[in-house]
DNA sequence: CTTTTTAATCAGGTCCCCCTGACTAAAATT
DNA sequence: AATTTTAGTCAGGGGGACCTGATTAAAAAG
């Protein structure tokens, strides 16, 4: 039985944190509006080069289920993709059906600055803060999958096994 | 000088937070598609509800500077919610040329399931843990404040003091 | 009492996410 | 060989976040 206090309070703060960063990423990007060079979040162009980034060479079918897009969506984003030259894509040699969609190097870049990159206002806590700060949030992501299972009731069992695929090992 | 791998740890689990959230916001409200009922984000029209749930019969002009939106974007952003039932316009009986925006009691409701509602998540935590999730986020958010004061040097110094006024105190 | 400033509006545009429907080419099945 | 399934494509659409430009009505200023 948590305070519920001591809920609001942390629910207050997340969602300020939520709010800060969202208009943080903002301004940065505003000012070197250097061409491209946007957020990249989890949606849309972002979804695929993150999940490319974990399994590189997919098809674009795979991609589709995986990311739980149509085929279509999934297209229409590769192809942007493609024309920012953060993917490539080629006929499978085995299957000339399907579509093999690649990182080039400068998606893998981009990729790994959306992931890998370690946020500059992480420097503002301690290793102990750090430590807490993680553990926390792995408690906060288990619950947060089961919320996801157990909501995921009806049809959509694909989703939760997608997302949970997708992510379960992504940082080890 | 905090250890790179703990920060990275973090940073992944923070990224991986964003991410399961996402899709668990798409989950919960991909069920219940009762018409509307969208997660309202902190852009466009989410930004508007929050801002007047904090100050509300605001003038369009009013919300479009604390904003830092165009009074144009402003206008399109509350006739959507208009027709959405979640706020209302009335002209000015002291300056017609003004529109005061007011939440309806729905629309408080949603600005207040936005904010005030206490992730479920949450309950996954500790006392113990919510306040040092608290204080890390407090910490995190004044570094977030510092960055974009910081990026910020060129115009828009009125972005940083909207966001600040706007956010300061909102939880208390 | 004009002129200027201010709050809004309409019109039109760009880019993003994501979907349905219709249709082809290549593989698998019968 | 003929049919069906599978991977993609094109066309078109809906909604969202923003913006610039042009115009109107009302208040403030000269």
Chains 1, 2 share one sequence.
């Not at 207050?12 to 208009?23: D, P, Q, S, V």
């Not at 060479?57 to 920012?84: D, H, I, M, W, Y």
């Not at 989703?159 to 379960?168: E, G, I, M, N």
Request: glycine share 4%; no cysteine; aromatic share 6%.
């Amino acid at each position: 039985m948590p305070n519920l206090e001591k809920q609001k309070n942390a629910a207050g703060k997340l969602i300020e944190f939520g709010m800060i960063r969202h208009t943080a990423d903002e301004i940065a990007h505003r000012n070197h509006t250097d061409k491209g060079e946007r957020p990249l979040r989890f949606q849309g162009q972002g979804k695929i080069l993150l999940a490319l980034s974990q399994d590189d060479g997919l098809s674009q079918k795979e991609l589709a289920t995986r990311l739980n897009l149509t085929v279509q969506s999934t297209a229409e984003f590769v192809n942007k993709l493609v024309k920012k030259d953060l993917v490539t894509k080629e006929k499978s040699t085995t299957d000339r059906r399907k579509t093999i969609i690649r990182l080039t190097d400068l998606g893998r870049t981009a990729a790994d600055t959306e992931t890998a990159k370690v946020p500059e206002f992480l420097n503002a806590l301690t290793d102990t803060e750090l430590d807490q700060f993680t553990s926390i949030l792995t408690k906060l992501n288990a619950s947060l999958y089961d919320e996801i299972n157990t909501a995921d009731d009806t049809k959509s069992g694909k989703v939760q096994q997608a997302v949970s695929d997708w992510l379960r090992d992504w940082f080890l």
